[in-house]
């Protein structure tokens, strides 16, 4: 089984992101792919990690997601294959058309590093098979364009679909203003493909999969694509 | 004097002495080389004989000053590479730019040693924020150090700030570099090898910051906006590719010798390089790869142009190395070769502009400095009135003492995955690598200390930094520095510069501390204001398990509070003092006899084990510490003192320590034998409120009193 992890010029997570799968995928290869002439033929899992992608020129995300490696990643989409936008990641993602919505500048108008807590909300994933519905997760945001925007329809229809897999929340899961940190619509943290296979989040899993400082809810997610997890396809 | 000369900014003295060892006149290249490579910020004219008294020997030592970066070893087959560095001047004219471009080059010294950059920490001096300048410089220095690191992918893990009204017009900005090697990975700058060729990879060259050595080596003038296009500008994207670029290309081939190239560009790196290996070069301006067309030679020569390194190399293995360049996108074009004969040739479209002995450039005449003593602060303090509670609620809003989260939640604190204790309080932890050894890392300087004595406040900055470091567990093993000061040519400069080098020596010996480089930036003056004499201290704390790092668990409610270290007996030189306007007297030396007792103390294994959190007394003395600890955890504290009075609570010694601790027997058993005064003061609770009965009476603090003041939440 092989995990793939795509490397823009400017991606700047893409190291710690091959330490957490590692971590979390025991058994597993995991390679870190140059985007030009990438291949993820073999591939069963591909993320698109964080970092400063093109250094954010244009618009975060949008100059990877005219990478070659983009048909890649649609491939393997449809081969079945599970994909990870992590930060600068989803922000491809999200430029590439694979999922939905766009982003701005933070509202606070400066980046923001710091544990945020996520409620895991109603969906249909292997990406949250460890989870049930109202859990809290603490993971570490560091963006300066994480406010995800949506239509009201869009998130009515992603809600209804299933798909929105994060929102940020408080300490004990409840919601509200001042427990989004960058302006999210709907305090919306991390999105969903339409078959749950795609998902896309602002918080970075590969810093929390890091059990003897205490970090860990993020091992969870990146485990998504061990074997047995496949056939249950989460809550 | 020719006019030459005159523009270089040189005096007479030293142009009669260039043209006597050159035996000649020199043309007008080689008078804009010199006036970079014998400006006071290359050459360290008035630092270099006093620098020479820092004791540079240690255990860990495997490279030291005169290295890119210093080198100290963590054991387990890793090492660290450390250096500070200062970008004052164009962060004066330019905040952004000037502290993106600081935290750009001392990343690339790092990167020089073979290291792979794992963390920056940023030491700010800014005026009082009510002035509209001074939070204008803040804001755009903390922007850009935010800028650089974030994208590079290198996470700002800690630093310090501290507000006074000398650096008003001259903010500080010392950017300090952290990285991780392997030992067999170590490279230095000496070029070898006749007939090997230097390789400038990179950014392609442009105008931007022509002079700027030059312009760091003068008292800042009021219309300091005309020396804006002295500043480079840095591009962070373009940094992280050349990180890359340059450690795969070390990684794969033998790369004889390398350095970034700083002050004086490409002249000041290949002049350094040669002088260092004791060789000579041609250098092929022409073959310099440019972004803007109509260069001049002696302007390819001297662009502090960003995000360049200059790599000594066989022929034979450029195509290789511009292989992997290309893959990354950067430029790399083979710009010289190395000759036997060591002088320095400069050619443009092989005609020679110059031929000169690499000597005559890399050993500026050193200056004497004038005679002279700092002026002696009065001494004499009045009594202090009976503390009361609002007295910690008012030292908690005050801009030195406040929550510095506002900062450095803007800085990317985990990127890399060795963050293991993130910025907040004392030092910060880093590992190497999974599994591998850690340091912990601290900057420290206290302007209040210095502005009474340069020589105890630079004794006290190496004793705040190392207690900071002993804090996580951590045996300090080396230091490096950034002596910030104003202009030498003036007797209470002078007397500065003297003062701060002999402070930092008599700690560093005191502590068996070897001192593995930094920087001197002289001629911090701005509109006949000077600075506050800053030196700035790194500290490397050993950690060689860092995961295991002193406050990496959570520590309970129902824990033993402890103090360990003889309490504070004088308010001199400290924040209560200040505040209560009682007059300034200088503190005491630090008494490093008891800070090597607490290292053997936190090295012994029963008490470790039991420690949960250690934090230093330091500005704002014992309350604050307590107060400290209380926001950090979310804990209350329920504590009894033994004294009321004022030394007690907010005097601020030299080596004193609140712990937590699970098992107060065994680490107090632990102090006993360590030779460290221990006293139980109370325990941690769940309500998070801090609660004090001393013999005055009780004071009782909600825990939401205490953040609303430490946020300045009015």
């Not at chain 1, 990478?67 to 930060?87: D, H, N, P, T």
């Not at chain 2, 020396?227 to 591009?235: H, N, S």
């Not at chain 2, 006949?528 to 409610?557: F, H, K, N």
């Amino acid at each position: 089984m092989r995990a793939d992890i795509l490397v823009f010029p400017g991606s700047n997570c893409d190291l710690d992101t091959e330490i957490a799968l590692r971590e979390a995928l025991p058994g597993w290869q995991v390679e870190r792919q140059w985007h030009d002439g990438a291949h993820l033929g073999e591939s069963q899992f591909c993320v698109l990690p964080g970092g400063f992608a093109y250094g954010d020129y244009l618009r975060a995300g949008a100059l990877a997601a005219r990478s070659g490696a983009i048909a890649e990643v649609r491939r393997l989409i449809e081969r079945g294959g599970l994909v990870l936008g992590i930060c600068n990641g989803f922000q491809v993602l999200v430029e590439a058309g694979i999922l939905p919505g766009a982003f701005q500048a933070n509202t606070v108008q400066h980046f923001v590093c710091r544990d945020a807590h996520l409620r895991v909300e109603r969906a249909r994933s292997p990406f949250l098979a460890d989870f049930a519905e109202g859990d809290v997760l603490t993971l570490p945001i560091a963006h300066q364009e994480g406010n995800y925007r949506l239509t009201a329809d869009e998130y009515r229809r992603l809600k209804d679909e299933g798909r929105i897999a994060f929102t940020y929340c408080g300490p004990h899961g409840e919601s509200g203003d001042e427990h989004n940190p960058n302006g999210s619509y709907a305090g919306v943290a991390g999105v969903l493909g339409a078959e749950g296979r795609v998902l896309g989040m602002m918080p970075h899993p590969e810093r929390a999969a890091w059990p003897a400082v205490g970090r860990k809810d993020g091992l969870g997610i990146l485990a998504a694509a061990l074997a047995p997890r496949l056939e249950g396809g989460g809550h | 004097m020719p006019e030459a000369a005159t523009v270089a900014g040189l005096t007479r003295d030293e142009a009669k002495e260039a043209r006597r060892r050159a035996g000649r006149d020199l043309g007008a290249l080689e008078w804009a080389i010199l006036a970079v490579q014998w400006s006071e910020h290359c050459a360290y004219k008035h630092s270099k004989e006093l620098l020479r008294s820092l004791p540079k020997d240690g255990a860990h030592v495997m490279a030291g000053p005169g290295a890119s970066a210093g080198v100290l070893d963590l054991g387990d087959g890793w090492a660290c590479a450390a250096k500070i560095e200062s970008h004052n001047h164009p962060s004066a004219v330019e905040p952004l730019q000037g502290a993106a471009t600081g935290l750009g080059g001392i990343m690339r010294d790092v990167l020089a040693m073979g290291a792979r950059p794992a963390a920056f920490l940023d030491a700010l001096r800014f005026g009082p924020l009510d002035d509209p300048k001074s939070a204008f410089l803040a804001r755009g220095v903390v922007a850009g150090v935010g800028h650089y690191g974030n994208c590079v992918g290198v996470p700002t893990v800690g630093g310090d700030v501290y507000y006074h009204p000398s650096y008003q017009r001259n903010p500080l900005v010392n950017a300090m570099c952290v990285g991780f090697l392997r030992h067999g990975e170590m490279r230095s700058a000496a070029a070898a090898g006749d007939g090997n060729a230097f390789l400038l990879l990179g950014a392609a060259t442009g105008r931007d910051g022509i002079g700027g050595a030059a312009f760091a080596s003068v008292e800042l003038q009021a219309d300091a906006a005309q020396d804006r296009p002295r500043v480079q500008v840095g591009d962070p994207f373009y940094g992280k590719l050349l990180i890359e670029a340059t450690l795969e290309i070390l990684r794969e081939l033998p790369v004889v010798a390398i350095q970034d190239l700083g002050a004086g560009g490409l002249a000041g790196a290949a002049i350094e390089m040669c002088h260092q290996g004791g060789v000579g070069a041609e250098i092929e301006l022409a073959a310099v790869p440019l972004r803007a067309q109509d260069l001049t030679p002696p302007e390819i020569l001297l662009s502090e142009s960003q995000e360049r390194m200059l790599l000594c190399l066989s022929p034979q293995d450029i195509p290789a190395a511009q292989a992997v360049a290309k893959r990354y996108g950067v430029e790399a074009a083979q710009v010289g070769r190395i000759t036997a004969k060591p002088t320095m040739r400069f050619l443009y479209e092989s005609e020679c502009l110059s031929e000169l002995k690499t000597s005559i450039y890399a050993e500026a005449p050193l200056r004497s400095l004038p005679q002279g003593a700092a002026p002696k602060v009065a001494g004499a303090m009045s009594a202090a009135s009976p503390v009361a509670r609002e007295d910690l609620l008012r030292m908690l809003t005050l801009p030195d003492l406040c929550d510095r989260s506002p900062i450095y939640a803007t800085y990317d604190q985990d990127v890399g995955l060795r963050t293991v204790v993130r910025p907040g309080l004392d030092a910060a932890v880093l590992r190497a690598a999974p599994g591998a050894p850690g340091v912990a890392v601290t900057t420290d300087q206290n302007p209040r200390l210095c502005a009474i004595s340069a020589r105890l406040g630079a004794e006290h900055a190496v004793a705040e930094a190392a207690r900071n470091v002993i804090a996580r567990g951590a045996v300090p093993i080396g230091l490096t520095n950034c002596l910030n000061l104003p202009s030498p040519e003036h007797p209470a400069g002078a007397a500065a510069l003297r003062d701060v080098i002999e402070g930092i020596r008599q700690a560093a010996l005191a502590l068996s501390l070897p001192v593995t480089g930094g920087n001197v930036s002289l001629y911090n003056e701005a509109e006949a204001v000077a600075i506050v004499p800053t030196p700035v201290i790194g500290m490397i704390g050993l950690l060689p398990d860092p995961e295991r790092a002193i406050g990496v668990a959570p520590s309970p409610p129902g824990a033993a509070v402890l103090l360990l270290g003889d309490p504070g007996t004088s308010l001199a030189g400290s924040v209560y003092a200040e505040m209560k306007g009682l007059g300034e007297a200088e503190p005491a030396a630090p008494d490093y006899g008891a800070l090597r007792r607490m290292t053997a103390l936190i090295g012994d294994g029963s008490a470790r084990e039991e420690i949960l959190l250690l934090h230093d007394l330091a500005d704002g003395g014992l309350l604050v510490a307590l107060a400290e600890v209380a926001l950090h955890t979310g804990l209350g504290l329920d504590l009894r003192l033994e004294s009321s009075e004022a030394a007690f609570l907010f005097g601020e010694p030299s080596a004193q320590f609140v712990a937590l601790a699970s098992r107060a027997d065994a680490v107090a058993a632990a102090a006993t034998r360590a030779g460290v005064s221990c006293r139980e003061l109370g325990r941690t609770t769940a309500d998070g409120n801090l609660r004090i009965a001393a013999p005055a009476g009780v004071m009782e603090f909600a825990q939401s009193e205490l953040r609303k003041a430490w946020r300045r939440e009015a």
